[in-house]
């Protein structure tokens, strides 16, 4: 198989909106079934599979088949099936931009996966024509920028404290202290975690421990530590919690994942 992924950076104005925008493209598949499985994430993702649609498959059967929806910040794992050559066009979003972008807090959007016209109506089934449409991922880049433009630019920001709240947490990868992350924001603990929901779609401690899952599998393919070590460095210092958030967030104990060939992990390996 011949496989291709890559970043593309946001426009200024977007920066503190969307972390990246990416491509994820397979060919030589076949007919073999490719499986692709995502992971707990804290952040959101806009997909748009512009050749060779993705199946969900559930435990008791196979979900819909879909081209483009907003696949949220999440603390469950999901798996997909694609049968040919595939092409991807995403967009990794901070979970405190969904309220601006789609109207609803991000609470209501945890854990779901919606296609884009029953999240937006016509604008999302306009958008996700545009979109598949497009030329090439340069345009759709183009296009997908100003949408998300003039949607910012329709609302603002209502509660910036615990907006940059989230951001803190992200950057610090789950490894801070709700009650000094309620300090640094001048806030009470229990102000902080009323409203922190509605921007990062999670209580603190769950959006924390989401966090240090996801730093934990960047360590895939890029170092030579242990699992105690890589444990540690992301914030766990009990082994059984590291083990139990890992197959609670993955569907794979750590030892699956790292010594092992976890599914659709052929992007991390370019």
């Known amino acids: 198989m011949k496989v291709s992924y890559y970043t593309l950076p946001p426009p200024p104005a977007l920066a503190g909106i969307v972390r990246f925008f990416w491509v994820f493209e397979i060919q030589g598949i076949d007919g073999n ?4 499985r995502s992971m707990a994430d804290g952040c959101a993702e806009l997909v748009f599979h512009y050749k060779g649609p993705f199946t969900e498959l559930k435990s008791n059967n196979r979900g819909a088949t879909f081209k483009a929806c907003l696949h949220s910040q999440t603390m469950h794992h999901r798996r997909f099936e694609v049968c040919e050559d595939f092409g991807i066009f995403g967009a990794y ?4 931009a969904l309220p601006r972008l789609f109207g609803y807090p991000a609470s209501a959007l945890a854990n779901e996966m919606p296609d884009l016209v029953a999240l937006m109506g016509q604008d999302g089934r306009i958008l996700e024509e545009r979109i598949l449409s497009a030329d090439d991922n340069l345009q759709r880049t183009d296009i997908l920028s100003l949408f998300l433009l003039q949607r910012l630019a329709e609302n603002s920001i209502q509660n910036q404290r615990t907006q940059r ?3 803190l947490m992200i950057h610090q990868k789950g490894q801070i202290k709700i009650d000094k992350l309620a300090d640094s924001m001048g806030i009470s603990q229990r102000q902080l ?3 922190f929901k509605e921007y ?3 209580s603190p401690k769950t959006f924390a ?7 934990a599998t960047n360590h895939y393919g890029t170092t030579k530590k242990t699992l105690t070590e890589i444990a540690l460095d992301c914030g766990y210092y009990d082994q ?4 139990h958030d890992f197959s609670q967030f993955s569907g794979y104990t750590p030892s699956e994942y790292f010594l092992g060939v976890p599914e659709g992990i052929e992007y991390r390996e370019i």
């Open 165 to 167: 709240a989230v951001q």
């Open 193 to 195: 975690e009323r409203t």
């Open 33 to 36: 079934p490719y499986i692709y």
């Open 200 to 202: 990062a779609g999670f």
């Open 93 to 96: 979003i901070f979970p405190f």
């Open 240 to 243: 059984s919690h590291f083990i």
């Open 209 to 215: 421990r989401i966090l240090r899952f996801q730093s």
